[in-house]
């Protein structure tokens, strides 16, 4: 991290100013070829664009200035995340700097802070999730990956499943069960383990894009030190829930959609479908519902901005979010007829369209990250207050 | 005044809307079909006292010169009691058109008769049904000395049944004109179809009308631009409208959900039910944000397209989810749902009269594609 960087207040900057010298960052120092990218990006591909981040001082722009992060206020951050979306940066692997930095800096002690935030910063340490389990999918808080202390060490015996990028990941941070005897929630720990340590394999698991994005990783007597224990024993629940807000945030973020939209315009045109109404009466329901997603989702950035909670109901934008990128996705795939039946990209017209990399990118989306019906459950406990 | 001022006074406005809200009885919208007093002006003028009519009139005609999202907020409060008065006919639709009147002595006279409450119009725009078009217009006024003789049939007119007089869309060789047809003019007869909520559905028939040049209130193009904006507004209000419909409608039902027991458990413990429940909210959380984002636009009082695109996106968004909302509103209270006893049938009834007045879902998607989406596909 820089020295200029830290001594940069961009809360004291105009918001108007901030977004310059953001866009402007974005558009002059972002790799052309991997903007709009319809998949995530892997480390090798990223790393180049991290370091550039680091060196300005701006990979972790939610992070307090203190601990090497930008320490922008919500409506900073907000203008931060609209010129990414903008730029059309990809996503990386980043976990470091959106899960277990944040996580550190507020459940962690100093020691850990010092250990590990520099290294995210530096690249050198690449973080993976180890939540889901074979047998606890929607059902995590039925996890029975165990860590059993000995001495100064926790023991892990157990498995983690869809562990994204687990192969690119250095580190990963794990769920564990600590406490058998108590109400499944409370007997769970949150951990940090070095990926070189004896006794962890890894297979990884293809999708049916073809990708090899999962894992699973096998924990076979892992021995971590007990000094990478976050927060206190059988806290780990509370930690992980505390975590989740934002990332529905930017789950509901209308951007990947419309990304897809952008394919359906050209193949439209090229197929003459705008000349048939019941193609257009489609286009247009989900034209509509698209714009629609962007308002709901502008609601719960004004929230953040004006540095509100987000509470459950945000499970909504989710829920309608991936509902509306996946009808998006299939109606590509209709609208291309036979052409929607090819593997790979197709050329028509002169033009690139991709059809089916929107379907592959969206299907998951009702799954990963609590699928669409665990967030319904969310919404009728918590918001609808409907009885068990 | 200031963003902060400004919230506070629309509390304001809400909490007084919600506690006249208090004081209304279903019974009288239950028994509307027989009664058709869809507008008792005791009531008409209390709401006048309280300056709900005047919300969107200028102030230097007695009104509070307010912003459509104020005027929202009155016909949120009042749908969620079925209100039948004409509020947004009247203090919209009519509203719109008066306030953008080029005859001075005839606008005030009308606007300070709306605001007070004495004088209830009606605007008589439309002819053929499922049009938004304002200016294909068949009703014809020849023009002699002294002002227009009209011919023509007007239908569709909501607020008719109490209304003190009609302003009239009709062609003239000069282009459009508005005229104000009061009530009992000789030739002008009005008859009505009951909708499904029990208020009425007027058709005005005007043969031979003489109207005199005082009351011309609009001509050509200035008439027929401020009749797509008077529709493009009230179409607006009409969707908060139909969000205080299924705010209210989904919250009985949820209570039912919570009480009603079957298999020795509350229905709402049912995942099926749940999920259908949170269906039906993300649907109503929608129309309430895409309303806020159109009233802002709207407010900016941007040009006709972009005015019309942002009316039809609530317009789109709030009929739909009125109609799914009050309907399943139906199917989860089960047998009981269907009867005329239990409320959730007049809610269904009146989101599907608002849901068809002013372009329902399918006309403003078809509108909305035709200006949003084909002319820039170049096909």
Redesign the interface.
């Given at each position: 991290m820089s020295a200029t960087a830290q001594q940069i207040d961009y809360n004291a900057m105009s918001d108007e100013d901030f977004r310059k010298q953001a866009r402007e960052f974005f558009e002059n120092e972002y790799p052309d070829e991997l903007r709009f990218m319809p998949r995530r990006l892997s480390w090798e591909e990223s790393k180049p664009w991290w370091l550039t981040l680091s060196k300005k001082g701006w990979l972790a722009p939610n992070w307090p200035v203190a601990n090497g992060g930008m320490g922008l206020d919500p409506a900073k951050l907000i203008i931060y995340w609209e010129e990414t979306e903008r730029a059309g940066i990809g996503r990386m692997p980043d976990q470091g700097v959106t899960m277990v930095g944040p996580t550190l800096i507020r459940f962690g002690n100093d020691e850990q802070r010092a250990k590990y935030l520099p290294k995210i910063l530096s690249g050198d340490n690449v973080w993976c999730q180890g939540y889901s389990e074979p047998n606890a999918g929607s059902d995590l808080a039925s996890l029975r990956t165990e860590a059993v202390l000995e001495g100064d060490h926790y023991v892990i015996n157990g498995s983690k499943i869809w562990t994204s990028m687990a192969h690119n990941a250095t580190n990963i941070y794990v769920l564990v069960r600590t406490d058998k005897a108590v109400k499944q929630q409370r007997g769970i720990s949150f951990l940090l383990v070095d990926m070189k340590t004896p006794g962890i394999t890894l297979r990884t698991i293809k999708n049916i894009a073809g990708g090899e994005e999962f894992c699973q990783v096998f924990f076979d007597n892992v021995r971590t030190h007990k000094d990478n224990l976050v927060g206190k024993p059988n806290e780990g629940w509370t930690i992980a829930k505390g975590l989740l807000t934002y990332e529905r945030l930017n789950i509901g973020s209308p951007r990947r959609p419309l990304q897809a939209f952008e394919q359906l315009?050209p193949l439209?045109?090229e197929l003459?479908l705008?000349?048939d109404q019941g193609f257009?009466?489609r286009?247009?329901?989900l034209?509509?519902d698209l714009?629609?997603l962007g308002?709901?989702y502008?609601?719960y950035v004004d929230k953040v901005r004006n540095g509100e909670a987000l509470g459950p109901?945000i499970s909504?934008l989710k829920?309608?979010a991936m509902d509306t990128y996946q009808r998006l996705a299939e109606l590509l795939l209709e609208a291309g007829a036979e052409y929607g039946a090819l593997a790979d990209e197709i050329t028509l017209g002169g033009k690139k369209i991709d059809l089916m990399t929107p379907f592959y990118t969206s299907r998951p989306g009702t799954i990963y990250g609590g699928s669409n019906?665990i967030q319904?459950?969310i919404?009728?406990k918590y918001?609808?207050?409907?009885?068990? | 005044m200031s963003h902060a001022d400004l919230s506070e006074h629309r509390m304001m406005l809400a909490n007084s809307v919600a506690d006249f809200a208090r004081g209304v009885d279903l019974k009288r919208v239950r028994r509307l079909s027989e009664s058709k007093a869809e507008c008792d002006r005791k009531l008409w003028s209390q709401m006048a006292e309280l300056g709900w009519l005047g919300v969107l009139v200028p102030e230097d005609y007695g009104g509070m010169g307010l912003k459509l999202a104020d005027m929202a907020i009155v016909a949120q409060g009042l749908a969620r009691v079925l209100l039948p008065e004409p509020l947004t006919a009247a203090a919209v639709l009519a509203a719109r058109v008066i306030s953008d009147g080029s005859n001075e002595a005839l606008k005030s006279k009308l606007l300070e008769g709306l605001v007070s409450g004495d004088m209830l119009p009606a605007l008589a725009w439309q002819e053929a049904a499922g049009t938004l078009d304002t200016g294909n217009v068949s009703a014809q006024a020849t023009p002699f000395e002294g002002g227009f003789r009209v011919n023509g049939t007007k239908k569709f007119v909501i607020g008719a049944s109490h209304a003190d007089g009609y302003i009239v869309s009709a062609d003239s060789a000069r282009g459009m004109q508005l005229l104000w047809v009061p009530k009992n003019t000789a030739g002008a007869t009005i008859g009505f179809d009951m909708l499904a909520d029990g208020r009425q559905a007027g058709t005005l028939n005007l043969k031979d009308v003489t109207v005199s040049k005082d009351n011309v209130l609009n001509s050509g193009a200035a008439a027929t631009n401020s009749v797509a904006c008077a529709l493009d507004h009230a179409a607006a209000i009409a969707s908060a409208e139909l969000t205080g419909i299924m705010g209210r409608s989904l919250e009985i039902t949820l209570d039912y959900l919570k009480t009603r027991v079957q298999f020795g458990k509350a229905i709402g413990s049912f995942q099926a039910l749940q999920h259908r429940a949170v269906d039906l909210y993300i649907q109503q959380e929608l129309s309430g944000a895409v309303l806020n984002d159109v009233l802002t636009v709207l407010d900016e009082e941007p040009d006709a397209k972009t005015r019309s695109a942002a009316a039809s996106r609530a317009k789109a968004r709030c009929t739909d989810a009125a109609l799914l909302i009050t309907r399943q509103s139906i199917q989860m209270h089960g047998a009981i749902g269907f009867t005329e006893d239990c409320d959730v049938g007049l809610y269904v009834k009146r989101a599907m009269t608002l849901a068809a007045w002013l372009g329902n879902g399918t006309a403003h998607r078809r509108r909305y594609a035709k200006t949003e989406i084909l002319e820039g596909a170049a096909v």
């Open positions: 315009d439209a045109r003459g705008f000349n257009v009466d286009y247009t329901q034209k509509m714009n629609d308002s709901l502008q609601r109901d909504m829920v309608f019906e319904r459950n919404l009728s918001v609808l207050q409907l009885p068990n | -």
